[in-house]
């Protein structure tokens, strides 16, 4: 297991030590990590996506009303 050294306001290190006094703390930071790696994770898969979109708006025809309408009835079949 790895050691990490974090400098925190010491307001936020004296509540965090206050509130999980009875607590692993370095289980409940892990835990904290890994939410916030897949946030991370989360938000560049949507700004991929969101990429992909709009690359694809730049080369593809506007679909029109009708078309969409029976994609959907053909993939509810």
Do not use: G, W, Y
Not at 35 to 56: F, G, P, S, T, V
């Amino acid at each position: 297991m790895a050691t990490l050294n974090f400098s925190v306001p010491e307001d936020v290190r004296r509540e965090f030590n206050a509130l999980f006094k009875n607590e692993n703390k370095s289980a409940i930071l892990t835990k904290l990590m890994k939410q916030a790696i897949e946030e991370k994770k989360q938000q560049q898969r949507r700004a991929m996506a969101i990429d992909n979109i709009l690359q694809l708006r730049k080369t593809q025809a506007p679909v029109s009303t009708d078309e969409l309408t029976q994609a959907r009835e053909e993939l509810r079949r």
